[in-house]
């Protein structure tokens, strides 16, 4: 019973007595209250203790519980972002690879518009250089499961600040990636293609060949120079992007299992 309730009773129960005893006046009774409100006054503090305890103890159980749930979806965030990066460390492979190869062949190219005598090439060296040099491999960022943390406001949900800095750097590089990427093939479409089509006929490349006629007018040919070298300026940019992106992706996955296993 509340101690309240026990005061509010002894109280009623003076009164009554005073009832009785026509001796006593109605100053006493109120004197008397006072009384019992003195004596009492630390049960009192006590049940307050006790229901701001109370509550206190409800409150803390209901965050324990909200504490769980994001620790739970945390985790779901993390292998989420885990499977993207592995999918990109993937991607960023055969994309460099390619690159590297175009590069390659394009320097081979260029090394002989410059000094022939010096840096020849066979006719069938050149079909393969005029094949691979206007590939356009391209890199395209898994980014759904970092997308959805910043559009619902979960990133709050990722506690290691070490892990949020590495996503914001790792993904604000696919971005500038997918930028040059765009502008690489607005070049491509405006500038270098037209130029090749004009000047190599791509279907009979591997069937009746470039003549060593027309492999001997290319080192002369400045256009071509030209196109070889802003072939080269856009993917060797483009090199060094994904190489960076590549190393955070190794940083971040390295991370993201950590974090995973824990």
Known sequence: MSWLRLME???????????????????????????????????????IFVIILGIWITLALEQWRDNGKENQLEKIYQKNLLSDVSTDLSELKSVI???????????????????????????????????????????ITSDATF?????????????????????????????DIKEVQDAEQQTTIVITGPYFIKHFAFSDIGKQGISQQELQRLSGDIEFDNNLLLRRHNRSELLEGYQKANKLAGELKQTLEERVKE
């Open 147 to 175: 997308s959805d943390l910043k559009n619902s406001g979960n990133l709050r949900l990722l506690k290691d600040i070490h892990l949020k800095n590495l996503l914001f750097s790792y993904y604000n590089i696919a971005r």
């Open 9 to 47: 009773q002894r109280i009623k129960q003076e009164h009554q007595h005073s009832q009785k005893n026509d001796g006593k006046t109605v100053h006493k009774q109120k004197n008397r209250v006072m009384e019992l409100i003195a004596e009492m006054w630390p049960a009192y503090l006590i049940e």
């Open 97 to 139: 690879e390619e690159t590297q190869n175009i590069l390659k062949k394009d320097t081979r190219m260029l090394d002989f518009v410059k000094d022939p005598a010096k840096n020849p090439v066979t006719v069938t060296e050149a079909e393969s250089d005029l094949q691979a040099i206007l590939a356009r491999p391209k890199f």
